[in-house]
C-alpha cells in the first residue's frame, strides 16, 4: 500500500453540550394514539348504538325472522364457499408449487389473476351471461371463484417454504407418503388456510356488490337496503351489530383453529427447494385444473366483457360520464392513498423503530378496521357526523376518513417494510459522517424508504379505485366514482354501457395483482 | 494525535446497567481492544463514545474538548468521530463512489482524486467505484466502510466488531491491512470484539469489560500472563489452574517448585499456568503423568494428562507441538516453561 494521502487530523472545533431531546419517540406515540383514536370510531359506534337502543328495543329489533333468514343466509354462504375454496386452492398451489406440470410458473399468475376482477364485476359478468343465475349456488360459485386467490397466495406461498428435509426424516422414520402428508404437510400448513379463510370469510360478510347483483341476501345487503329505504334507522345498526359480532365470531373461531402453535424452521440456513413431484401419465390432464378455474374466473369476465362492448360499439367510450368518473376516482385513489400513508406512519415508526407492548396494542387499534366490513365503517361515519359534525356528512373528508380506516392495514404493511429498510446503523453511520439529522433524513432514510411508501401509497390507491359501500354511503351527491357509476349503469340493467367502466377497473387493480403476487414469492426468501 | 479520556461513565437500560463506572485513558495514536462477553457493555461504551447515546453520568472529553458530560452531549455529526459497525453500513442506494464521497461536500475540490486516494488507502481497485454495495464482498464492503469514515479525517475511530462478519480466513487478511492504515495515518483507534485472539493481536492495550464493568486495562501481554482474576485468564486464553502452597521463594504445587513472583505473600493460593507452557519429555526432569488423550490440531496438539499420584488425582491440559505428540496411554514427564503466575486474592 503506497499512501500519499495526507490524513492529517484538522482541529475539532468548539461543540456546545446538549441534553439529548428524544422527541421523535413521545410525538410519534402521540400522533399513533390520535389516529388509534379515530380507528376506534366504528368500535365506539357499535358500542353507543347498543347502549343508546337499550335491550328490549335492541332485542325487539335483532329477535326478528328476518335476521334468522340472513344468518342462515350467512352461514350456508360461508359453509358453501370456504370448504370448496380451501380444497381448490391446496390442489391448486401443489399443481403449480410441488409438481412437474407444464407452465407451473405462468398458471400460478393466472390463479392469482382473479383479484384483478373486482367480485361485483365478476358477478356482473356471470349475470349478465346466465340472467337466471341467482341465489345461494350462483353466490357460491361467484364467491369462489372471485376469493380464490386469497386462499391460493399464502398456502403456495406456505407450500414453497416447506422445508423437504422435514418430509424426508418422516419417510425414514417409515412414514407412508399419505401419512407424510397428513401429519408433516398438512399441519405446516394450517397456519396459511387459517388465515386464508378468515379473509375469505371476512370478504363473504362484507361484500355488498356481489351479492347485490346475484340477488342474494346478506346482512350487508339487507344493511344498505335498509338504510336507503329509511336513512340511518335503528334497524340498519342492529344489523350492522349483528354483522360485526358475525365477524368477531369468524376471527375466534380462526383463532381457535389456529391453535397456538407457530410453525417456524429450527436451524439455520436457506432451506432447499422441494422437488417436484413427477406426475408422469397425469402430466396432461393436471392442466384441466387450473385452465378450468382460469375459464371459470377470467374467461367469463372477459367474454361478457367483451360482449357487451362489441355490441355497444364505439359510442360506449364516448360517454361524458366515463372521462368524469374516471377524473373522480383517480382525485378520491390519490387522496385516499396519501391520507391513509400519513395517518399510518407514525404507527409504522413506532413498530420498527420502538415495537414495546404499548404500540402492539396501539397497532392492533390501527389494524382492526380492516376486518370490519365496509358498510360498518360507513354507518359509524354517517351517524357521527349526523348527530356530532352536520357540516361534515356527505363531504370529500368523510369519504376519504373512510378510506383511512379500511385501507389502514394495508398502508402500515407497505410503510413497514419500507421503514425497515432504513436500520439505525445507516442513520447513524451518516451521523458519524458528519450529516445533520435533517440532511441524514434527507440523504439517507427518504431515499430507502421511498419504495415502500410508493408501495403502500399504490396498494391503498387501487383498495379505493375499486371500493364500492361506502362510496356509495358517505359520497357527496352527484359524485361519480368508476365504480358507483358502473353500480348506478348495471342497476339500470344498461350492461353495455356499464362494460367500459369494469375494463377500467380490472386495468387500475392489474398492478396490485402484480404486486401481491410478487409479494408472495418474496416472502419466501424472507 | 488525539486523546481521550472517559472518566465514571454510567448508563442503565431501565434497571439493568449496561456502564458502571467505567473510567479509562487512550493515549494519543494507540489502539485500544475493548473485548468482552456479549452483554458486558462494551458496544453501548463505543456509542457514547460515538456520540449515538448518552450517558447517564460521567465525562468523555476528546483533546480537550468535553463531548459528554452527564446527559448533555456534544451532536454525534460534529464530533469527527469515525465509525465502521459490524456489517458496514453501506448505504445501498449509493455506489462505492457515493459512499466514499458521503462525508465530503459534493463540491469538494479533488474529489475524484480524493476518492481513487481513499480506494488505494485500503488497497481497492478504483474501478470498483461505480459497484454498488451489494456487488461487494464482505471484505471489500469493510474496507470500504473503513475508507469512508477515514474521508473525514477522523480525529478518532471507532471499530464495533468489523471484522467478526467475516470468513476466518479473510478476518486475519482485512484485519491486518485494516491494521496498517490506521497505523500508517496515527488515527487513536477503539476496537471493540467478543474474540479475545483478535483483541490480543489488534491492539497496543487491552481493556477487559464485564457486566459493565472495566476489570483490567493493560498491555496485551501484560493482560494474558498477568490476570487480575480466573475470569480474565479463561476469557482471553486456555488456563490451568492448581492450589498451591506459597513458599519464600516461588509456590510449590503437585507439580514440585515453580518459579512465580508471590509479592511476600504466604499461606495458600492458587496459580495459573497457560497450556503451552508445560513440556512433555520420556525421561524427565518433572512429574510423571498418563497420556489420557491426544487431540490433534495440525500445528499443536492438545494432550490430557493425568497425575499418577495416589489419592490427589489431577487432569490438565498441555498444548505441545504436533512433531512430538505421544502416545495414548504412554508415560511421560512434564515439566513448566516460566514461571507460573499466582493469581490475586479475590475480593
Redesign the interface.
Known sequence: ?????S??????????????RNLAGPTMLLLAGGVALCALLPLGFILWIAIETGWQTALALIWRPRVGELLANTLLLEFCTLPPAIGLALALAWLTERSDMPGAQFLSWLAVAPLAVPAFVQSYAWVSLFPKFHGLPAAALVSVLAYLPFLYLPVAAQMRRLDPELEYAAASLGQSPAQVVRRVVLPQLRLAICGGSLLVGLHLLAEYGLYAMIRFDTFTTAIIDQFQSSYNGPAANMLAGVLVLSCVGLIGLEWLLRGRARYARVGSGAPRPAPRRQLGPWRLPALALPIALALLGLGVPALTLSRWLMSGGGAVWQQGALAASVVTTLGYAGAGALAAVLAALPMAWLSVRAPSRATRFLESCHTYPGALPGVVVALALVTVTVRVALPLYQTVATVVLAYVLMFLPRALVGLRSGIA?V?I??E??????????AR?LL??TL??AAPGVAAAMALVAMGVATELTATLLLAPNGTRTLATEFWALTSELDYAKAAPYAVLMILLSLPMTALLHAQARRSLNA | M?QLVISDVSKRYGTTPALDRVSLAVEPGSRVAIVGPSGSGKTTLLRVI?????PDAGTVV??G?????G?????????????V?Q?G?L???LDVAGNLG??LGPNEPDRAR?LI??M??V?LDPAMLSRKPHELSGGQQQRV?LA????????LMLLDEPFSALDTGLRESVRQ?VT??LT????TTILVTHDQGEALSFADQLAVMRQGRLVQTGRPYELYWRPTDIETALFLGNAVLFEARIEAVGVSCILGRLAAETRGRRGHGRIMLRPEQFRLSPAGPGLQVVVEDVVFRGGQCAVTLRTNDDGTEARFIAHVPSMEFPEIGSTVFVSVNGAAFLLPEAT
Open positions: 500500500m503506497t499512501v500519499s494521502l490524513l492529517d487530523t484538522p482541529a475539532l472545533p468548539a461543540l456546545p453540550l446538549r441534553r439529548q429498510q436500520p446503523e445507516l447513524r453511520a451518516a451521523a458519524s459522517l458528519g450529516r445533520n439529522p441524514t440523504a439517507v431515499p430507502l | 488525539t460515538a456520540g449515538f447515546e448518552a476528546l483533546d474538548q468535553v463531548l459528554a458530560d446527559r448533555a452531549i456534544a451532536p454525534a455529526h460534529r464530533r469527527r468521530i469515525g465509525f459497525a456489517d453500513a448505504f445501498p442506494h458521503f462525508g480524493r486516494e481513499l488505494e488507502l488497497d466502510a469512508r469514515a477515514l474521508a473525514l479525517k477522523p480525529a491491512a496498517a492504515v500508517k495515518a496515527g488515527i
